[in-house]
Protein backbone atom coordinates (compact mmCIF):
# COMPACT_ATOMS: atom_id res chain seq x y z
CA UNK A 1 0.00 0.00 0.00
CA UNK A 2 1.14 3.65 -1.00
CA UNK A 3 1.73 5.48 2.36
CA UNK A 4 -0.79 7.75 0.58
CA UNK A 5 -3.65 5.67 0.40
CA UNK A 6 -4.77 6.05 3.99
CA UNK A 7 -4.20 9.50 3.94
CA UNK A 8 -6.42 11.98 5.36
CA UNK A 9 -4.96 14.81 3.82
CA UNK A 10 -4.00 13.34 0.31
CA UNK A 11 -8.13 12.05 0.23
CA UNK A 12 -9.00 15.65 0.63
CA UNK A 13 -6.70 16.58 -1.93
CA UNK A 14 -8.43 14.20 -4.51
CA UNK A 15 -11.59 14.99 -3.54
CA UNK A 16 -12.57 11.97 -2.01
CA UNK A 17 -13.25 13.17 1.06
CA UNK A 18 -14.81 17.37 1.61
CA UNK A 19 -13.29 20.43 2.08
CA UNK A 20 -13.60 24.23 1.84
CA UNK A 21 -11.42 25.03 -1.02
CA UNK A 22 -9.49 28.74 -0.24
CA UNK A 23 -6.91 28.43 -2.88
CA UNK A 24 -5.53 25.90 -5.56
CA UNK A 25 -2.79 25.63 -8.18
CA UNK A 26 -1.42 22.11 -9.82
CA UNK A 27 1.54 22.12 -6.81
CA UNK A 28 -0.88 23.15 -4.07
CA UNK A 29 -4.09 23.08 -1.92
CA UNK A 30 -5.99 25.14 0.73
CA UNK A 31 -9.02 24.79 2.89
CA UNK A 32 -10.71 25.81 5.78
CA UNK A 33 -9.84 24.06 9.10
CA UNK A 34 -12.67 22.22 10.53
CA UNK A 35 -12.27 23.33 14.02
CA UNK A 36 -11.26 26.55 13.86
CA UNK A 37 -8.67 28.32 15.83
CA UNK A 38 -8.95 32.17 14.63
CA UNK A 39 -12.09 33.89 12.23
CA UNK A 40 -9.81 33.01 9.39
CA UNK A 41 -7.85 29.07 9.84
CA UNK A 42 -6.90 27.61 6.24
CA UNK A 43 -4.65 24.17 6.20
CA UNK A 44 -2.00 24.68 3.27
CA UNK A 45 -0.86 21.25 2.01
CA UNK A 46 1.26 20.30 -1.14
CA UNK A 47 -0.65 18.20 -3.14
CA UNK A 48 2.55 15.30 -2.70
CA UNK A 49 2.53 13.63 0.58
CA UNK A 50 5.52 14.40 2.36
CA UNK A 51 5.09 13.34 6.04
CA UNK A 52 6.17 16.81 7.78
CA UNK A 53 8.14 20.42 7.41
CA UNK A 54 11.75 18.67 7.08
CA UNK A 55 11.30 16.30 5.29
CA UNK A 56 9.09 18.70 2.38
CA UNK A 57 12.19 21.35 3.22
CA UNK A 58 14.51 18.43 2.12
CA UNK A 59 13.10 16.69 -0.76
CA UNK A 60 10.74 19.85 -1.92
CA UNK A 61 11.98 23.26 -1.05
CA UNK A 62 10.67 25.03 -3.47
CA UNK A 63 6.99 23.98 -2.77
CA UNK A 64 7.77 25.12 1.26
CA UNK A 65 8.93 28.46 -0.23
CA UNK A 66 5.41 28.71 -2.64
CA UNK A 67 3.18 27.47 0.53
CA UNK A 68 4.66 30.67 2.37
CA UNK A 69 3.79 32.59 -0.54
CA UNK A 70 0.13 31.44 -0.91
CA UNK A 71 -0.17 31.77 3.34
CA UNK A 72 1.03 35.69 2.39
CA UNK A 73 -1.49 35.51 -0.47
CA UNK A 74 -4.59 33.93 1.72
CA UNK A 75 -3.72 36.77 4.33
CA UNK A 76 -3.43 39.55 1.89
CA UNK A 77 -7.13 39.10 1.34
CA UNK A 78 -8.62 37.91 5.01
CA UNK A 79 -6.78 40.50 7.19
CA UNK A 80 -4.20 43.01 5.76
CA UNK A 81 -1.30 40.56 5.15
CA UNK A 82 -0.92 39.70 8.79
CA UNK A 83 -1.23 35.82 9.56
CA UNK A 84 0.79 33.46 11.55
CA UNK A 85 2.00 30.10 10.47
CA UNK A 86 2.17 26.90 12.16
CA UNK A 87 3.97 23.25 11.32
CA UNK A 88 2.94 21.06 14.41
CA UNK A 89 5.55 18.74 13.97
CA UNK A 90 5.73 15.84 15.84
CA UNK A 91 2.85 13.94 18.03
CA UNK A 92 4.03 15.45 21.27
CA UNK A 93 3.63 18.75 19.18
CA UNK A 94 -0.19 18.44 18.27
CA UNK A 95 0.59 16.78 14.99
CA UNK A 96 -2.03 14.40 14.41
CA UNK A 97 -1.83 14.45 9.99
CA UNK A 98 1.12 12.87 9.00
CA UNK A 99 0.63 14.97 5.38
CA UNK A 100 2.62 17.93 6.36
CA UNK A 101 0.14 20.76 6.85
CA UNK A 102 0.93 24.57 6.99
CA UNK A 103 -1.81 26.39 9.67
CA UNK A 104 -2.52 30.00 8.65
CA UNK A 105 -4.24 31.61 11.23
CA UNK A 106 -5.34 35.27 10.33
CA UNK A 107 -8.85 37.40 9.86
CA UNK A 108 -8.58 38.88 13.13
CA UNK A 109 -6.08 40.62 15.89
CA UNK A 110 -4.38 37.30 17.41
CA UNK A 111 -3.20 36.57 20.72
CA UNK A 112 0.43 36.86 21.33
P1 LIG B 1 -2.43 19.04 13.23
O1 LIG B 1 -3.04 18.77 14.57
O2 LIG B 1 -1.38 20.13 13.21
O3 LIG B 1 -1.93 17.76 12.56
O4 LIG B 1 -3.58 19.65 12.32
C1 LIG B 1 -4.57 18.88 11.77
C2 LIG B 1 -5.72 19.81 11.55
O5 LIG B 1 -6.60 19.21 10.63
C3 LIG B 1 -6.55 20.11 12.81
O6 LIG B 1 -6.52 21.51 13.07
C4 LIG B 1 -7.95 19.62 12.45
O7 LIG B 1 -8.97 20.47 12.94
C5 LIG B 1 -7.91 19.61 10.93
N1 LIG B 1 -8.78 18.66 10.28
C6 LIG B 1 -8.97 17.34 10.58
N2 LIG B 1 -9.84 16.78 9.72
C7 LIG B 1 -10.21 17.75 8.84
C8 LIG B 1 -11.09 17.80 7.72
N3 LIG B 1 -11.77 16.73 7.30
N4 LIG B 1 -11.24 18.97 7.06
C9 LIG B 1 -10.57 20.07 7.48
N5 LIG B 1 -9.71 20.09 8.52
C10 LIG B 1 -9.53 18.95 9.19
ZN1 LIG C 1 -1.01 12.45 2.30
Redesign the pocket.
Same mark, same amino acid.
Given at each position: MNQSDDC?FCK?VRGE?P?TKVYEDDTTYA??? %??P?ARV?V?IVPRRHYANAAELASKDPQELAHIVQVAQHIADDAFHGSYRL %?F?TGLDA?????HV?A?VLTGETLDE
Open positions: LIISFRD %IHKHL %INGQSVFHH
